[in-house]
């Protein structure tokens, strides 16, 4: 059975960081190109960041230079650190893998 299972949500200030991380089971982690999206209240989901197996990344325009996607295969786990968060970066953040599989969600909410 596939598992994808996000964490590291929470509410930060403007400015502020967080680390979420998404464990996966099921499939061979280290095969899968995984991904970060979001979905911000009536928005449409949009890709954040992805990472091939082989560790090439890609970012969307309005995270360059603020998030940072990253995997350890050796954990089944894909992170994405994300600094200088900004009130449009509140969202509800999913991981998925080939885009296949996705994860239940995680709320990041950046709030003063």
């Known amino acids: 059975q596939v598992q994808l299972v996000e964490s590291g949500g929470g509410l930060v200030q403007p400015g502020g960081s967080l680390r979420l991380s998404c464990v996966g089971s099921g499939f061979l982690f280290s095969t899968y190109g995984m991904y970060w999206y979001r979905q911000a209240p009536g928005k449409t989901r949009e890709l954040v960041a992805s990472?091939?197996?082989?560790?090439?990344?890609v970012y969307a325009d309005s995270v360059k230079g603020r998030f940072t996607i990253s995997r350890d295969n050796g954990k089944n786990t894909v992170y994405l650190q994300m600094d200088s968060l900004k009130p449009e970066d509140t969202a509800v953040y999913y991981c998925?893998?080939?885009?296949?599989?996705w994860g239940q969600g995680t709320q990041v909410t950046v709030s003063s």
């Open positions: 998925s893998g080939r885009l296949l599989y």
């Open positions: 990472i091939a197996s082989g560790g090439n990344t």
